[in-house]
């Protein structure tokens, strides 16, 4: 699922590069917006950054998710131990 949110967002991105909406909009045969001579490349820089951190990002998210989880599993085995040395220290057979 979430891969499918990060490619709905690069397409989503890259329909706002002056470049690809122009070939797509000769592609379907409506006209072309009207380009100026300076052409406004922040969009496609930031899907091109997107595009190169999108893996690191991923790394980084499944990495704390595992930590976390690793965590709760520590925490829980440590939980019954205790209750394990507890229902041991009062049981009636010695």
Request: aromatic fraction near 10%.
């Amino acid at each position: 699922m979430m891969v499918f949110a990060g490619i709905a967002l690069l397409l989503a991105l890259l329909a706002r590069v002056p470049a690809v909406s122009n070939s797509l909009s000769i592609l379907l045969g409506t006209p072309a917006a009207p380009t100026s001579d300076k052409p406004d490349r922040s969009v496609h820089l930031f899907m091109l950054l997107f595009c190169y951190a999108s893996p690191i990002l991923m790394i980084f998210w499944v990495s704390m998710l595992r930590s976390f989880l690793l965590f709760q599993q520590k925490r829980l085995e440590e939980r019954q131990r205790q209750q394990e040395y507890d229902d041991r220290e009062f049981s009636m057979e010695r």
